[in-house]
């Protein structure tokens, strides 16, 4: 589906006339495979509150980009470290940084910011927290025009080291977050897993992408195919020419399974352990809408969504934390904005995702092996969203900072990332892909 107002001709005219309209900034997107010279080609500053952490910081970044300082004219991306910020007026550390170097960020240009509540006194925590208002109203007035992002790790265990940090910044850092901005995400896992490099992340690796024969599933299964990893598409039967084909194009292997019936959850774990060594990777994207008012749903509208969405997510999930998971796998699920805020004729389908949320948090806290975070896409350019009405479409992509719909890539691309070991800090999260909408922000 294409968005109108990509189309540089009419965008020209609309500049040129001064129509009022909100034209949407061209985002870049780095849709290869990474690179140990992802953020080479990156000028990058790197500063903050002076202290070891910053220090520690820097030199984590120092052979991955072009080091700039805030004196540069023009940068790429802007990491700021409010580790260790404790009174109001540290905040002013975090003034001078921001406003030394805003106006000198490039389009598509990414702004990371990092805190960590060392001190337990209710000031301190005050202080921390105050960033994330400051990161999220950052996003909205400087994204809008030329596309730069702006989001926030939160460190929340003081064990978490400053690589975990740094793997983490590397992505948002990326032209493959161009999509995401004003988030807040957690880090507060401890544990690593140890990488040569950030080229194939997933060499050896075995994935399930449920609903992987189109759109988002589709594209998440190219994702982690291309890092290196064997990728194991699930669909429904009537979808085996579009499994297949895909299968051939990745050499991904198919099987053909309706997720809510039971049976399919014992034969796809057998399949794995008979085939594999185990599953390190377990994407469940299938989902349905059934959308109504809940006083014009019927039952089997209600039961449909809930059986796809939540309580087949939920048996194959547990299936392999019994049996077939490999020790430190990682669980992507797909939930939503409507999740998080709800939506008109969409109760059983925001019940569903935001129980995926719920989850997703429960399976991270209950085991020290596995690693489960979801997904919350906003409005994203599929078939499902071609055929809306025009004036819900033009709202799905206006009411948001970068003021467009996003790409099952773009997706696709926060999969990738939630599955591979630049993840491992971050553990029990929803991340939201919908380009700072303001729906449920």
């Not at 900034?25 to 080609?41: F, I, Q, V, W």
């Not at 790197?46 to 952490?53: C, H, I, L, S």
């Not at 960020?105 to 001190?119: E, F, K, L, P, Q």
């Not at 730069?148 to 940090?165: E, H, Y």
Request: glycine share 10%; charged share 20%.
């Amino acid at each position: 589906m294409n968005d109108y107002l990509q189309n540089s001709t009419l965008r020209t005219l609309l500049k040129t006339l001064n129509i009022p309209v909100p034209v949407p900034p061209l985002l870049k997107r780095n849709l290869g495979a990474y690179t140990d010279d992802e953020l080479s080609g990156k000028k990058v500053v790197v500063a903050g509150k002076e202290n070891e952490f910053l220090h520690e910081l820097q030199h984590a970044f120092h052979p991955l980009v072009n080091a700039a300082t805030i004196y540069d004219e023009k940068i790429d991306g802007l990491v700021v470290s409010c580790v260790g910020m404790q009174t109001i007026e540290d905040l002013e550390d975090l003034y001078t940084t921001v406003k030394n170097t805003v106006a000198k960020i490039a389009a598509n240009g990414r702004v990371v910011m990092v805190t960590r509540s060392d001190d337990n006194t209710a000031l301190s925590y005050a202080v921390q927290k105050s960033v994330d208002g400051f990161s999220r109203a950052l996003s909205k007035e400087i994204g809008g025009k030329k596309g730069v992002t702006v989001n926030l790790l939160k460190i929340t265990n003081t064990q978490v080291s400053v690589t975990a940090v740094a793997n983490a910044a590397f992505f948002f850092l990326s032209d493959k977050s161009s999509f995401i901005t004003g988030q807040v995400v957690e880090l507060g896992n401890a544990y690593g897993t140890s990488f040569p490099s950030p080229a194939k992340l997933l060499q050896d690796k075995t994935a399930i992408v449920t609903g992987g024969a189109r759109g988002i599933g589709a594209a998440a299964a190219r994702v982690l195919a291309r890092e290196g990893a064997k990728v194991i598409i699930i669909d429904v039967p009537s979808s085996k020419e579009d499994a297949q084909k895909l299968a051939q194009e990745i050499g991904a292997d198919v099987l053909l399974e309706d997720i809510t019936d039971a049976k399919a959850t014992e034969d796809i774990q057998r399949y794995v352990i008979n085939n594999y060594k185990g599953l390190d990777i377990l994407v469940n994207n299938a989902g349905i809408t059934r959308d109504k008012t809940i006083a014009k749903m019927n039952i089997d509208q209600w039961r449909g969504v809930l059986n796809v969405n939540l309580k087949a997510v939920i048996n194959l999930t547990e299936t392999f934390i019994r049996k077939g998971f490999n020790e430190h796998a990682k669980v992507v699920s797909l939930s939503s904005i409507s999740g998080i805020a709800g939506n008109v004729g969409q109760t059983n389908y925001s019940l569903t995702k935001a129980g995926v949320i719920g989850f997703t948090k429960a399976v991270a806290s209950g085991n020290n092996k596995i690693f489960a975070n979801a997904v919350a896409p906003g409005f994203i350019e599929t078939k499902m969203t071609e055929n809306l009405p025009f004036f819900v479409k033009e709202g799905g992509r206006r009411l948001s900072t970068l003021k467009q719909g996003g790409l099952p890539e773009d997706v696709a691309e926060l999969i990738g990332f939630l599955a591979s070991p630049l993840s491992d800090g971050i553990n029990g999260e929803c991340v939201r892909v919908c380009g700072g909408s303001m729906i449920g922000a």
